[in-house]
Protein backbone atom coordinates (compact mmCIF):
# COMPACT_ATOMS: atom_id res chain seq x y z
CA UNK A 1 0.00 0.00 0.00
CA UNK A 2 1.69 3.60 -0.45
CA UNK A 3 2.03 5.29 2.06
CA UNK A 4 0.46 8.85 3.50
CA UNK A 5 3.58 10.68 2.12
CA UNK A 6 3.68 9.37 -1.34
CA UNK A 7 -0.50 9.85 -1.59
CA UNK A 8 0.33 13.59 -0.06
CA UNK A 9 2.78 14.36 -3.12
CA UNK A 10 1.18 12.77 -5.59
CA UNK A 11 -2.01 14.82 -4.78
CA UNK A 12 -0.12 17.87 -3.97
CA UNK A 13 1.23 17.39 -7.82
CA UNK A 14 -2.14 16.89 -8.74
CA UNK A 15 -3.23 20.54 -7.10
CA UNK A 16 -0.71 22.21 -8.55
CA UNK A 17 -1.13 20.69 -12.24
CA UNK A 18 -4.45 21.84 -12.37
CA UNK A 19 -3.43 25.29 -10.80
CA UNK A 20 -1.10 25.48 -13.92
CA UNK A 21 -4.23 24.96 -16.45
CA UNK A 22 -5.89 27.41 -14.21
CA UNK A 23 -3.84 30.20 -14.76
CA UNK A 24 -2.59 29.43 -18.15
CA UNK A 25 -6.04 29.82 -19.41
CA UNK A 26 -5.91 33.41 -18.15
CA UNK A 27 -2.80 34.57 -19.40
CA UNK A 28 -2.99 36.71 -22.14
CA UNK A 29 -0.24 35.61 -24.94
CA UNK A 30 1.24 38.21 -26.57
CA UNK A 31 3.71 38.08 -29.89
CA UNK A 32 6.69 40.01 -29.48
CA UNK A 33 6.01 41.68 -32.69
CA UNK A 34 3.33 43.79 -31.58
CA UNK A 35 5.93 45.86 -29.96
CA UNK A 36 3.90 46.89 -26.65
CA UNK A 37 1.53 45.57 -24.18
CA UNK A 38 -1.73 45.71 -25.15
CA UNK A 39 -4.86 47.48 -22.57
CA UNK A 40 -8.21 47.29 -23.14
CA UNK A 41 -9.09 50.86 -24.51
CA UNK A 42 -5.71 50.97 -25.96
CA UNK A 43 -6.98 53.53 -29.71
CA UNK A 44 -4.22 52.09 -32.44
CA UNK A 45 -3.88 53.77 -35.66
CA UNK A 46 -2.07 52.38 -38.74
CA UNK A 47 -2.04 54.14 -42.68
CA UNK A 48 -4.56 51.84 -44.43
CA UNK A 49 -4.18 49.81 -47.60
CA UNK A 50 -8.09 50.88 -48.53
CA UNK A 51 -8.98 52.39 -51.55
CA UNK A 52 -9.28 56.19 -49.72
CA UNK A 53 -6.98 56.22 -47.59
CA UNK A 54 -4.78 58.61 -49.50
CA UNK A 55 -7.64 61.04 -49.66
CA UNK A 56 -7.91 60.65 -46.21
CA UNK A 57 -4.27 61.87 -45.60
CA UNK A 58 -4.22 64.33 -47.94
CA UNK A 59 -7.53 65.85 -46.65
CA UNK A 60 -5.92 65.40 -42.49
CA UNK A 61 -2.51 65.85 -43.41
CA UNK A 62 -1.50 62.75 -41.46
CA UNK A 63 -0.21 59.45 -42.36
CA UNK A 64 -2.85 57.48 -40.14
CA UNK A 65 -5.90 57.12 -42.50
CA UNK A 66 -7.36 53.96 -39.76
CA UNK A 67 -7.63 53.25 -36.46
CA UNK A 68 -9.71 51.34 -33.49
CA UNK A 69 -10.06 50.17 -30.29
CA UNK A 70 -8.41 47.35 -28.57
CA UNK A 71 -10.84 45.05 -26.66
CA UNK A 72 -10.41 41.59 -24.94
CA UNK A 73 -12.22 38.37 -26.12
CA UNK A 74 -11.20 35.54 -24.17
CA UNK A 75 -8.25 37.30 -22.38
CA UNK A 76 -6.59 37.82 -26.60
CA UNK A 77 -6.64 41.49 -27.79
CA UNK A 78 -8.89 42.72 -31.06
CA UNK A 79 -9.62 45.70 -32.43
CA UNK A 80 -12.67 46.77 -32.36
CA UNK A 81 -12.51 48.61 -35.95
CA UNK A 82 -15.43 49.99 -38.77
CA UNK A 83 -14.26 48.44 -41.73
CA UNK A 84 -16.44 47.21 -44.06
CA UNK A 85 -18.76 46.78 -40.90
CA UNK A 86 -17.53 46.89 -37.44
CA UNK A 87 -16.30 43.86 -36.00
CA UNK A 88 -13.46 42.12 -34.21
CA UNK A 89 -10.20 42.02 -35.76
CA UNK A 90 -7.23 40.03 -34.05
CA UNK A 91 -4.82 42.26 -33.23
CA UNK A 92 -1.77 40.93 -35.12
CA UNK A 93 -4.01 40.37 -38.56
CA UNK A 94 -4.89 44.21 -37.86
CA UNK A 95 -0.74 45.25 -38.05
CA UNK A 96 -0.14 43.02 -41.06
CA UNK A 97 -2.71 44.89 -42.87
CA UNK A 98 -1.26 47.87 -42.72
CA UNK A 99 1.59 49.72 -44.89
CA UNK A 100 4.45 47.97 -43.81
CA UNK A 101 2.91 46.65 -40.91
CA UNK A 102 3.49 49.11 -38.84
CA UNK A 103 1.28 51.13 -36.07
CA UNK A 104 1.19 53.58 -33.21
CA UNK A 105 -0.67 52.77 -30.25
CA UNK A 106 -1.97 55.40 -27.72
CA UNK A 107 -3.64 55.19 -24.08
CA UNK A 108 -5.37 57.68 -21.70
CA UNK A 109 -3.01 59.45 -19.51
CA UNK A 110 -5.47 58.83 -17.13
CA UNK A 111 -5.67 55.25 -15.95
CA UNK A 112 -9.24 53.38 -16.72
CA UNK A 113 -10.25 51.75 -13.98
CA UNK A 114 -11.71 48.14 -14.07
CA UNK A 115 -15.34 49.63 -14.34
CA UNK A 116 -14.71 51.77 -16.52
CA UNK A 117 -12.74 49.58 -18.67
CA UNK A 118 -16.13 47.00 -18.56
CA UNK A 119 -18.40 50.37 -19.50
CA UNK A 120 -16.39 50.90 -22.66
CA UNK A 121 -16.91 47.02 -23.59
CA UNK A 122 -20.47 47.45 -22.97
CA UNK A 123 -21.01 50.25 -24.80
CA UNK A 124 -18.91 49.45 -27.82
CA UNK A 125 -21.11 46.24 -27.98
CA UNK A 126 -23.96 48.55 -28.93
CA UNK A 127 -22.63 49.54 -32.20
CA UNK A 128 -21.64 45.36 -33.94
CA UNK A 129 -22.00 44.90 -37.03
CA UNK A 130 -23.48 48.15 -38.39
CA UNK A 131 -21.93 48.59 -41.61
CA UNK A 132 -19.55 51.17 -42.74
CA UNK A 133 -20.21 54.61 -43.55
CA UNK A 134 -19.12 55.94 -46.98
CA UNK A 135 -20.29 59.48 -46.48
CA UNK A 136 -18.69 60.28 -43.07
CA UNK A 137 -22.22 61.34 -41.33
CA UNK A 138 -22.53 61.91 -38.04
CA UNK A 139 -25.23 59.10 -37.76
CA UNK A 140 -24.94 55.96 -35.40
CA UNK A 141 -26.83 53.73 -38.17
CA UNK A 142 -23.61 53.77 -39.74
CA UNK A 143 -19.50 54.23 -38.83
CA UNK A 144 -16.44 54.98 -40.13
CA UNK A 145 -13.13 54.33 -37.95
CA UNK A 146 -12.83 57.27 -36.25
CA UNK A 147 -16.20 58.10 -35.34
CA UNK A 148 -17.03 54.37 -33.90
CA UNK A 149 -14.09 55.34 -31.21
CA UNK A 150 -15.02 58.47 -30.30
CA UNK A 151 -18.39 57.78 -29.66
CA UNK A 152 -17.71 55.06 -27.56
CA UNK A 153 -15.26 56.96 -25.25
CA UNK A 154 -17.91 59.73 -25.16
CA UNK A 155 -20.71 57.33 -24.76
CA UNK A 156 -18.52 55.27 -22.08
CA UNK A 157 -17.20 57.98 -20.04
CA UNK A 158 -18.38 61.23 -21.32
CA UNK A 159 -14.49 61.89 -22.83
CA UNK A 160 -14.19 63.56 -26.02
CA UNK A 161 -10.95 62.34 -27.76
CA UNK A 162 -10.09 64.35 -30.49
CA UNK A 163 -11.61 68.10 -31.75
CA UNK A 164 -14.66 67.62 -33.92
CA UNK A 165 -14.73 69.61 -36.81
CA UNK A 166 -16.37 70.20 -40.41
CA UNK A 167 -16.04 68.39 -43.50
CA UNK A 168 -15.25 72.21 -45.19
CA UNK A 169 -12.19 72.45 -42.58
CA UNK A 170 -10.27 69.81 -44.12
CA UNK A 171 -8.41 70.21 -47.31
CA UNK A 172 -10.77 69.31 -50.12
CA UNK A 173 -8.59 70.58 -52.99
CA UNK A 174 -6.30 67.74 -54.01
CA UNK A 175 -7.59 65.43 -57.13
CA UNK A 176 -7.92 62.19 -54.90
CA UNK A 177 -9.50 64.17 -52.57
CA UNK A 178 -12.15 65.90 -54.93
CA UNK A 179 -12.38 62.22 -56.70
CA UNK A 180 -13.69 60.51 -53.47
CA UNK A 181 -15.90 62.91 -52.94
CA UNK A 182 -17.59 63.42 -56.04
CA UNK A 183 -17.98 59.36 -55.68
CA UNK A 184 -19.30 59.63 -52.35
CA UNK A 185 -21.78 62.55 -52.56
CA UNK A 186 -21.74 62.64 -56.24
CA UNK A 187 -22.80 67.16 -56.70
CA UNK A 188 -24.53 67.53 -53.43
CA UNK A 189 -21.38 67.47 -51.08
CA UNK A 190 -22.29 68.03 -47.50
CA UNK A 191 -19.62 70.77 -46.06
CA UNK A 192 -21.16 71.36 -42.95
CA UNK A 193 -21.48 67.56 -41.85
CA UNK A 194 -19.66 66.88 -38.50
CA UNK A 195 -16.67 64.96 -38.65
CA UNK A 196 -13.89 63.51 -36.46
CA UNK A 197 -10.56 62.54 -38.27
CA UNK A 198 -8.21 60.06 -37.11
CA UNK A 199 -5.45 63.13 -36.99
CA UNK A 200 -7.75 64.86 -34.76
CA UNK A 201 -7.71 61.95 -32.35
CA UNK A 202 -4.06 61.11 -32.52
CA UNK A 203 -3.39 64.40 -31.63
CA UNK A 204 -5.05 64.89 -28.58
CA UNK A 205 -3.17 65.99 -25.55
CA UNK A 206 -5.56 62.91 -23.60
CA UNK A 207 -3.64 60.32 -25.53
CA UNK A 208 0.37 59.24 -24.58
CA UNK A 209 2.07 56.94 -26.72
CA UNK A 210 2.67 53.83 -25.62
CA UNK A 211 4.04 51.47 -28.65
CA UNK A 212 4.82 51.55 -31.98
CA UNK A 213 6.17 49.10 -34.92
Same mark, same amino acid.
Given at each position: ?8 ? *? ?95 ? *? ?21 ? *? ?36 ? *? ?45
Amino acid at each position: MPTTSNSSS *RWLIKIALISIIFLTSWLVIIPKSYGYQPQQGDIIFQTSRSSQSLAIQQATHSIYSHMGIILFKNNQPYVFEASNRVKFTPLEAWITRGVDGEFVAK *RLKKTLTNKEKQRIWSISQNYIN *RPYDLTFSWSDDRQYCSELVWKIYFNALGLKIGQQQKL *REFNLTSPAVKAKLTERYGTVIHYNETVISPKSMFDSPLLTAVGQK
